[in-house]
């Protein structure tokens, strides 16, 4: 038993700091989701409905995959 309670006592600072330096990038995937009208009307709450194709207009009015693709290229070049 005491062994176990041990074991118990150094994962939970382990899991507190897990969650404490993951949260930054769940709020930034949560936001990624949601329009603009409604992180102004509430930071925090879920993203229902997700807006999934904010991710392909992005992806296409940014131009990604021309960086994307240029670093694939360059990286096969070097080999």
């Not at 194709?53 to 021309?66: H, I």
């Amino acid at each position: 038993m005491p062994a176990r309670l041990g074991r118990w006592l150094l994962l939970l600072p382990v899991l507190a700091y897990t969650v404490f330096s993951a949260w930054p990038y769940v709020w930034t995937a949560m936001m990624s989701l949601r329009t603009t009208d409604e992180i102004y009307r509430s930071h925090y709450a879920p993203a229902i409905p997700a807006h999934w194709g904010q991710y392909a207009a992005a992806w296409n009015q940014f131009g990604y995959a021309t960086y994307f693709g240029t670093a694939r290229w360059s990286r096969w070049r070097r080999c």
